[in-house]
């Protein structure tokens, strides 16, 4: 069993940064992958970052430039810096982390909403 909790939602304007965490409460090295997703509403829940046991990192389009994510081995976080918000980045943002005996395990999210 893996327990992912989210943190650093909240209300942002246009155009500013926020970084959100994500707590895990395994060792980093024993998940295959953490990834970021979001869903805003009545959308499906799409995948904004991920990062492999390696601590490769993988973007969709829409997030390359904007978003990083990275991880902090000692404190077991995985965070998603995301700059030059706009209000199509309103989400819930959750964590996602899957295990190498096929396991998966989300967090319950946290919201993110970008004003205009």
């Known amino acids: 069993q893996v327990q992912l909790v989210e943190s650093g939602g909240g209300l942002v304007q246009t155009g500013e940064s926020l970084t959100l965490s994500c707590g895990t409460s395994?060792?980093?090295?024993?998940?295959?992958?953490v990834a970021w997703y979001r869903q805003a509403p009545g959308s499906q829940r799409e995948v904004v970052a991920s990062?492999?046991?390696?601590?490769?990192?993988n973007y969709p389009e829409h997030a390359k430039g904007r978003f990083t994510i990275s991880r902090d081995i000692a404190k077991k976080t995985v965070n998603l810096r995301m700059n030059s918000l706009k209000p199509d980045d309103t989400a819930v943002y959750y964590c996602?982390?899957?295990?190498?005996?096929?396991?998966?395990?989300w967090g319950p999210g946290t919201q993110v909403t970008v004003s205009a």
């Open positions: 990062i492999s046991n390696l601590g490769i990192t």
């Open positions: 395994r060792n980093l090295f024993t998940l295959k992958t």
């Open positions: 996602y982390a899957d295990t190498y005996d096929g396991d998966t395990f």
